[in-house]
C-alpha cells in the first residue's frame, strides 16, 4: 500500500460545482495531516490542516478518519481560481512531525 | 506575508560539480527543511534541521548531500557531485514548530538541472 494515496484525477468540473477529494494513508502512527495546493512548477501552499473533529474553512472542508485512515476535502462553490493540484499531506509518524509524506496529488481544473 | 526565499530560482550545472542551494527561512522560524520534487512525481522529504542540527533525514540524503545554517539567516543545500538524477526542484520549507497546529511554508524553489 502507498504511504499516501489519491485520486489522481483529473477532476474538471464547472464553475459552482462541489467536488470531494479523498486520500488514504498506510501509516497509523501519523499524527500530522494537511492539505496543500499545488500550482504548475509552484511550490506547495498550505490550504488546511485536518483535525479529528473535522474543521471547515470558507468553502473548504476537512475531515479525517483515524480508524479508517481516510481524510476528505469538499470544495463548496468552486471558482476558476480553484484549478490546481490538491495534495494530501501526513507526517511520517510520532518523532516524525517535519517529515511530511505526500501524495502525488489530484489535479483539479474547473471550467467556466 | 512573510515568505521563504530561495536563490537561484534555476540553476544548471555539468554532472560531477558541486551546487549550492540557498534558503532564508521565515525570520522567527525555528525548524528547516528541504525536500524535492522531480518533475511529474510527489514531493519527497530530504532533511530536517533544528538547533544547528540534523533532526532527520530520509534515505535519498545520502553522503553527498550536506546542509548548513551559516548564519543567522540562510539555510544551505550543498549537493557535491551532481548526478543527472539529481535534476529536481529543490523546496525549502520552515515552520515556527512542529504540528498540525502549525504550518510549513515553502519558498518557491530552486530548478535544479544537471547536464
Known amino acids: 500500500r502507498k504511504e499516501v494515496e489519491q485520486d489522481p484525477g483529473p477532476f474538471n468540473v464547472p464553475e459552482g460545482a462541489t467536488v470531494a477529494f479523498n486520500c488514504t494513508y498506510s501509516?497509523?502512527?501519523?499524527?500530522?495531516f494537511f492539505w496543500y495546493r499545488q500550482d504548475c512548477r509552484k511550490e506547495p501552499k498550505l490550504l488546511m490542516s485536518?483535525?479529528?473533529s473535522g474543521n471547515e474553512d470558507g468553502r473548504f472542508t476537512a475531515q479525517l478518519n483515524r480508524a479508517s485512515q481516510y481524510i476528505s476535502l469538499l470544495i463548496r462553490d468552486s471558482k476558476l481560481s480553484d484549478s490546481a493540484t490538491y495534495l494530501c499531506?501526513?507526517?511520517?509518524?510520532?518523532?516524525?512531525?517535519?517529515?511530511?509524506?505526500f501524495g502525488k496529488g489530484t489535479k483539479l481544473s474547473v471550467k467556466p | 506575508e512573510p515568505e521563504v526565499t530561495q536563490t537561484p530560482s534555476h540553476q544548471v550545472t555539468q554532472m560531477g560539480q558541486e551546487v549550492i542551494l540557498r534558503c532564508v527561512p521565515i525570520?522567527?522560524?525555528?525548524?528547516f527543511y528541504w525536500y524535492r520534487q522531480i518533475l511529474g512525481q510527489k514531493v519527497e522529504f530530504l532533511v530536517s534541521?533544528?538547533?544547528?542540527?540534523?533532526?532527520?533525514k530520509s534515505e535519498i540524503f545520502d553522503d553527498q548531500f550536506s546542509v548548513e545554517r551559516p548564519d543567522g539567516s540562510n539555510f544551505t543545500l550543498k549537493i557535491r557531485s551532481t548526478k543527472l538524477e539529481d535534476s529536481a526542484m529543490y523546496f525549502c520549507?520552515?515552520?515556527?514548530?512542529?504540528?498540525?497546529?502549525?504550518?510549513?511554508?515553502f519558498g518557491s524553489g530552486t530548478r535544479l538541472t544537471v547536464v
Open positions: 520549507a520552515s515552520s515556527v514548530s512542529v504540528g498540525a497546529n502549525y504550518g510549513y511554508t
Open positions: 501509516n497509523s502512527a501519523s499524527q500530522s
Open positions: 485536518v483535525y479529528s
Open positions: 499531506v501526513v507526517n511520517k509518524g510520532r518523532g516524525s512531525q517535519g517529515n511530511l509524506i
Open positions: 525570520s522567527n522560524h525555528l525548524y
Open positions: 534541521f533544528y538547533n544547528n542540527e540534523i533532526s532527520e
